[in-house]
């Protein structure tokens, strides 16, 4: 191996001289960042290190970018929506409903400009992969199969290692970070007796015509396994599907990775009496046994332990034989397996740590909620195979989730590496209203990669301004501040968008009556996807804060909560519903009034209270003061936010009524009550 | 026109009177005190006004107090012009010039002293004098004697029911000089009539033409029996265009803003009024119920900016005057001409209140101008707004050809905004290349047509070497520009210049064009910013009127502001006044200036503020602003003269002058406390089972039953709003549903953070 070359560099002033006299021979090319894969997460992170200006490389063994899609899903067409028209020209907004195109500045890279299907081609997606690559003139090695990936100790590299990649021709590339966005590519495989008889997903025919008048067990219950059944549906004496769990219908969970209704036509059939069915039981229990027809059949693992050879079906018990009702008495033609894949840990090499979780997470290597590897600093695992975060809750498993997560991983690097703090705006204290109005409205990370990407909302001192930072990994809360290099001292806000706290789960029933809630009082109960505030009085670092928060709570325990009631319309910029409750918590929370007021209220309070609010602050003393027409003073008038000065006429503002005659002290315009604060409140928590 | 009102009391009765027509035959007749106290009969009443001398302001008085003559006659009560003269000295002579007040007795008993300012006119007079009397048995009748051609036909009469108060007089006899039935084709949501704007409800009388006679006589008997109560109106459903329900044949609007119409169907005259009785008397119980228990709903707006705009949201702005921006569109556009552009969210109410004045802007430009005004949605187009680097709403930028784009820093009005597109006609600054062109600039002739936006004009002097010195002058003309008019003189013969204006270069000469005045001031510092404060410095007047646009430029000073409040121009005696003192040095700490409440209503609300009650004006307080919030006031029975004024001064400085109030120093607190949703999960948590039942709210079975939710309120809440049941959507069941929810949200209050 040539890795030792890359030490003397560092060595005593006589070995580099050796090695100056051969370089060609031994100095690996260094790069600060080094890409595994040219699919949709590799590619996007391309992007990112290319805007930026860094210096990287994407290695990727297929001669184009998106190599999955050549080949999968085998059926060819994607179940991420391609949705063309939303009625909004919002940009940003028309992200939430476009679950194929990657980042990038270019309007022209949207995925809509490649297929007009709303479920489109998987050809499609190959031939926008290979447009995005070369439109932006990323760079990436084609035809580089990294074999091997070991560590390197080096105390002046940026982590402390290097990460040596070797390709298929001994090829040596150095690199300071490793991202690997290599999907899940190896199928999941379930040992069991008689598992060499069923055929892969990955290569089963396609082609209906193999499949006519046959008996088809499938085992596996996902998207791919409900994909094959609904190609041969129409060809197959029946269907039967077989798998540890009962189904999880993406409209019931509200994750995109479960059955999604686009698939799901062998539930209709079953449950319309069509001979197709759903079976539960582990794989790993059974046994499949081959009979002297070439038929298969489907018997509990203990059966063939009891007879204790390998026999072949004609001669040993079955379960029908002492059960004569049992399900799967009758034999199948074919037994397919579409059990999912799982990522390749081959070519990693032990020194890096790279171990697959527990459990579910089986198929992911283990990382933290950074995307960071927990074995490795510096090494990040991006896309599909970074899904363990938010396995069966959000979207980073998938091009519409994973490109935000990508895009916050960089710049968490942007910090580390390049001493560029996390993009922010730093706003007046008068637009925190504005500003996350807005964000609700549009932000298509926030609505994707909800309860995993948040807006974090940092306090300047006494609350007058604010910094807004969008997408940050919400679980790395405790360590924002050495992550991004923005302070959190005078507390801060995030804004998470989530469904109800009862509403999503394989056995619910999310079409119940009531389930909408349509007052601002209920908004808390709301069900379908919304904004959720959470107010901190100080950065939650505490270890007990964060990992050991209360059951489903998706972020520690805040100082005050807010929700936006869930709106049909996903529109949340109701006067009254949406914003006026917004605004009376964040004005709780910073123990201020955040009401805007025309020119002529200002002057009216500059003469006649020492005080102002921070609107008249921030804007009229600035000289900057909203003048109010005609038209909207006789409104005001009416409103009777303010009474009429004027000497005659309009006697009538004056009632005595609640909100009209009362000195300027005492009106609906000033300072209320003095409404107990969030603060006040602190004791209590 | 033969209409009035009128009061009778029991045992006395009076005539037929008519405050709004008004014959001139009566004089109000001018007494010595003693001649006027000798006119006094038991029993009588009579309001005199003692003055001393007619001044311009007590005339106006008097020309009202003179109207009032006739309509206190009809009730037996004199009006007398007391004249106080040397001679004769009475205590109810006052003894400033000013202050003098009306009195009413009765016999030779005083019953009341009223302010000259609380009889502002005419109709204040009566209504005060008739109440100052004792008006408990006293009752308010409207005589309808228009509607009767016969004057030997007895006019019909209604009876007022309300307490004899003057808003209730004001809203009765507008009700009833409205007409008593109006013809209406159009969709009741949108109609409005003076009843509206009363707080009255109204009631549609749906018609067809087939019945439309005996509708007709329904529906004027209806109006005559809600008369005072709600305005009653023929609709006519054959010529209109929206649907209402087929069986409905009354239509009832509520007089608040946002309710939907009810549609209803009522066989009865009976019903209806009833109907209408019921619905007013229980808004009158939720307000007390309001007020006593629960205070300000924190469902209802608050925020006068969003308030006004939601109000204003169905009014159609002649949006097509400027010139609406895409993606697509933005860059070519602002390329090809100079542009203002208004970046705005349409969700935004700050933007949208603003964006009624620029379109106004737009409206007065129409035609004239080659500045193209141009907007665009960043609640569309996000990602042009971030590229702009727009990040908050409103934002208004100039773009011009080969030049950087100018973000405009001025208040968001009308005329602002238009003194700046106006003065961006021309560069900063304007490049004056001969002494007679700097002349005609500093005459303001050069831009006679701009000087109305800028009354200042500002004239660099520089003699052709001072390359730094120009440089840094241009640099301050270009940061003014848009806000005061510019130029630089720098040729050989600007010696010329310098020795007629005695301005040793470099130097500013100030042309103040209202004033027809040219200073010169010597630049010291010829950096950037040390111009722009000179030049700003020198835009303050030394004692202006203060004006809502004006005051955060003297705001910003720092200084106690010594205002003169003042119904109309300043009297221009007080003016010298204060400018002598201003050159005497006297003023130094201070701000003096002067609010005209002609031209600043609200300057009303900052005098109630300071005082209670209110004297006349005008009136002259120091307002200690910056430090402490006193504010003094300068004694009202003395002159402002420059003797007394310096004298106050002096005691003020001395600390011998008490305050009259103190501004309060409250922080500006929430107004309204939120939902306080985390204690709401806390104790959905601790009792689990007990689902969607927010805090202390009773869970209770609903009936549709109009009865029971008058009883039991509670009730009402908990049947949600359906959002999306729409098979049980039709017109008159979502019109119950949002009305529910509307009174809901009235009650609620049990869940708010406490």
């Keep these: ?685 | 026109m033969f209409s009035g009102f009128n009061v009778f009391r029991v045992g006395i009765s009076f005539v037929i009177m008519c405050i709004f027509y008004m014959p001139t035959v009566n004089s109000l007749p001018e007494l010595s005190p003693q001649k006027y106290f000798s006119t006094l009969q038991p029993g009588k009443a009579s309001l005199a006004y003692f003055c001393q001398a007619d001044s311009p302001r007590t005339s106006v008085f008097l020309e009202e107090l003179n109207e009032a003559v006739r309509p206190l006659q009809d009730y037996g009560i004199s009006v007398a012009k007391v004249n106080c003269v040397k001679e004769e000295i009475s205590r109810y002579c006052g003894k400033e010039k000013d202050l003098m007040k009306a009195y009413l007795f009765k016999g030779n008993i005083l019953l009341r002293e009223f302010p000259t300012d609380t009889l502002f006119d005419v109709n204040a007079i009566v209504a005060h004098v008739l109440f100052s009397e004792d008006v408990e048995y006293a009752h308010l009748y409207f005589f309808h004697c228009k509607l009767v051609l016969d004057l030997t036909q007895q006019c019909r009469r209604t009876l007022m029911e309300q307490p004899l108060t003057t808003l209730n007089i004001h809203l009765f006899i507008k009700t009833m000089k409205a007409p008593l039935l109006t013809e209406v084709a159009e969709d009741p949501q949108q109609v409005s009539t003076v009843h509206l704007q009363l707080g009255l409800p109204l009631v549609f009388i749906v018609s067809q033409q087939a019945t439309y006679e005996a509708d007709r006589r329904t529906a004027e008997w209806v109006a005559w029996r809600l008369l005072g109560k709600a305005g009653v109106l023929l609709l006519l459903r054959d010529s209109l265009e929206v649907n209402i329900p087929q069986d409905a044949n009354v239509v009832f609007k509520r007089a608040e803003e946002g309710v939907p119409v009810e549609f209803l169907v009522l066989h009865d005259v009976d019903l209806i009024i009833s109907h209408v009785e019921n619905n007013m008397h229980i808004e009158e119980i939720q307000e007390d119920e309001d007020n006593d228990m629960e205070g300000p709903d924190i469902d209802v707006q608050d925020d006068e900016v969003a308030e006004t705009v939601f109000r204003d949201r169905k009014r159609k702005l002649p949006l097509e005057l400027t010139v609406e921006l895409t993606e697509e569109t933005f860059n070519a556009t602002v390329m090809a001409s100079d542009s203002i552009v208004l970046f705005y969210a349409g969700w935004q109410a700050v933007s949208m209140a603003f964006l009624q004045s620029y379109i106004d802007v737009a409206v007065k430009l129409k035609g004239t101008s080659t500045m193209l005004l141009t907007r665009i949605n960043c609640a569309d187009w996000s990602d042009v707004c971030t590229k702009q680097n727009v990040t908050e709403f409103p934002i208004i930028k100039m773009y011009k050809k080969g030049e950087n784009p100018v973000s405009y820093a001025g208040m968001l009005g009308t005329e602002d905004l238009l003194k700046f597109i106006q003065l961006n006609r021309i560069s900063y600054p304007v490049n004056i290349t001969s002494i007679q062109e700097a002349e005609e600039y500093l005459s303001g002739e050069l831009y006679k047509d701009l000087i109305l936006y800028s009354s200042v004009s500002v004239l660099g002097l520089f003699s052709p070497t001072m390359k730094t010195a120009k440089e840094d002058f241009s640099e301050a003309g270009n940061y003014l520009k848009g806000y005061v008019i510019t130029g630089i003189y720098s040729e050989e013969d600007v010696l010329l210049l310098s020795t007629k204006y005695a301005a040793s270069l470099p130097a500013l000469l100030l042309a103040r064009h209202t004033e027809g005045k040219i200073e010169s001031i010597p630049l010291a510092s010829t950096h950037a910013q040390d111009i722009v404060q000179i030049i700003t410095d020198a835009l303050l007047e030394m004692f202006p009127e203060i004006t809502v646009e004006n005051l955060p430029s003297y705001f910003r000073l720092q200084k106690p502001l010594l205002i003169l409040f003042s119904d109309g121009t300043v009297n221009p005696q007080y003016k010298k006044a204060i400018l002598t003192l201003v050159k005497q040095k006297y003023l130094d700490s201070f701000t003096p200036c002067w609010l005209n409440l002609k031209n600043t209503p609200v300057g009303r609300g900052i005098l109630r503020a300071y005082f209670d009650p209110l004297p006349p004006l005008p009136l002259l307080v120091l307002v200690n602003l910056h430090s402490g919030g006193q504010v003094f006031a300068f004694p009202s029975d003395q002159a402002i003269i420059e003797e007394n004024l310096v004298l106050w001064l002096k005691k003020l400085e001395a600390g011998l002058e008490n305050h009259i109030t103190i501004l309060p120093a409250q922080e500006w607190k929430p107004p309204l406390p939120a939902y306080d949703f985390l204690s709401m999960i806390d104790a959905a948590t601790s009792q689990r089972g007990t689902r969607k039942v927010p805090k202390c709210m009773k869970e209770t079975d609903v009936q549709e039953n109009d009865k029971e939710q008058h009883e039991d309120k509670s009730a009402v809440r908990k049947e949600p709003i359906e959002t999306l049941r729409i098979k049980h959507w039709n017109r008159s069941n979502w019109f119950k549903e949002a009305e529910k929810s509307f009174r809901r949200d009235k009650e609620l209050g049990c869940s708010k953070v406490n």
């Design chain 1, 1 to 685: 191996m040539g890795l030792s070359a890359a030490a003397p560099l560092w060595g005593p002033p006589g070995l580099l001289l050796a090695i100056a006299l051969h370089p060609a021979l031994s100095v690996p090319p260094r790069r600060d960042y080094c890409v595994l894969g040219a699919g949709p997460a590799g590619l996007q992170m391309a992007y990112f290190l290319q805007r930026a200006g860094r210096d990287y490389a994407v290695f990727e063994r297929a001669p184009r970018p998106g190599s999955f899609f050549t080949r999968y899903p085998r059926h060819r067409k994607l179940i991420s929506i391609n949705k063309r028209y939303t009625g909004k020209a919002n940009a940003e907004f028309n992200l939430r409903h476009d679950w194929n195109s990657l980042l990038s500045h270019d309007p022209r890279l949207l995925f809509r400009h490649y297929s007009r299907a709303y479920f489109p081609d998987a050809r499609d997606m190959v031939r926008y992969l290979g447009d995005f690559a070369d439109t932006l003139g990323l760079r990436v090695q084609y035809n580089t199969t990294i074999a091997h990936v070991t560590l390197d100790k080096d105390r002046q590299a940026w982590n402390g290692h290097y990460f040596i990649l070797t390709d298929q021709k001994g090829q040596v590339h150095q690199c300071s970070v490793l991202f690997v966005a290599t999907g899940l590519s190896v199928p999941n495989q379930v040992d069991f007796p008689g598992s060499e008889y069923a055929e892969g997903y990955e290569s089963v025919s396609v082609d209906p015509e193999d499949f006519v008048g046959q008996n088809v067990l499938i085992l596996g219950r996902g998207n791919s396994a409900f994909e094959t059944a609904e190609n041969i549906l129409g060809v197959t004496n029946f269907i039967h599907m077989l798998s540890r769990s009962r189904v999880r219908l993406s409209w019931a969970t509200h994750y995109v990775g479960d059955l999604r209704a686009i698939n799901n036509g062998l539930l209709d059939t079953y449950q319309l009496k069509s001979l197709d069915g759903l079976l539960e039981s582990d794989l790993t229990d059974l046994a499949i046994l081959k009979d002297s027809k070439g038929k298969f059949h489907v018997t509990p693992k203990f059966f063939l332990e009891e007879a204790n050879t390998n026999q072949s079906a004609d001669s040993i018990t079955l379960p029908q034989d002492d059960n004569d009702n049992f399900a799967m008495r009758v034999p199948y033609d074919r037994v397919i397996r579409c059990l999912g894949w799982n990522f390749d840990f081959s070519i990693f090499n032990k020194s890096l740590r790279l171990n697959s979780g527990n459990a579910f997470g089986k198929k992911y290597p283990l990382i933290r909620a950074s995307y960071e590897s927990k074995g490795s600093r510096g090494l990040f695992i991006l896309g599909t195979a970074s899904h363990s975060v938010d396995y069966r809750k959000s979207a980073g498993g998938f091009i519409h989730g994973f490109r935000y997560t990508v895009r916050a991983v960089h710049r968490l690097l942007e910090h580390r590496h390049h001493s560029v703090t996390w993009p922010a705006t730093e706003l007046p204290i008068t637009q925190l209203t504005s500003s996350i109005v807005r964000r609700v409205n549009e932000a298509s990370g926030l609505y994707q990669m909800f309860g995993v990407l948040a807006d974090v909302i940092l306090l300047k001192e006494n609350s007058t301004a604010f910094e807004y930072l969008e997408e940050f990994p919400i679980q790395m809360l405790a360590q924002l501040e050495t992550l991004t290099g923005r302070k959190a001292k005078h507390g801060l806000f995030v804004i998470n968008m989530e469904y109800g706290r009862n509403f999503s789960g394989p056995d619910k029933d999310v079409f119940f009556d009531d389930r909408s809630v349509g007052h601002t009082e209920d908004a808390w109960q709301s069900n379908f996807l919304h904004p959720v505030i959470y107010y901190y009085r100080y950065l939650p670092t505490g270890e007990q804060e964060v990992r050991f928060r209360p059951a489903h709570w998706p972020l520690p325990r805040p100082t005050a909560i807010h929700h936006i009631v869930e709106d049909f319309l996903t529109d949340w910029t109701a006067p009254i519903g949406h914003i006026l409750p917004l605004r009376r918590f964040l004005e709780n929370c910073l123990d201020t009034d955040l009401r805007s007021f025309y020119a002529e209220s200002c002057f009216l309070f500059a003469l006649t209270r020492q005080k102002l609010p921070p609107f008249c602050q921030q804007g009229y003393l600035r000289m900057q003061g909203l003048v109010s027409t005609e038209s909207l003073w006789q409104h005001r008038v009416e409103s009777r936010l303010l009474r009429d000065y004027a000497p005659t006429g309009r006697r009538l503002e004056d009632s005595s009524q609640q909100l009209g005659d009362q000195e300027p002290l005492g009106s609906p315009l000033a300072p209320g009550p003095l409404a107990q604060s969030v603060d006040s409140n602190k004791e209590e928590l």
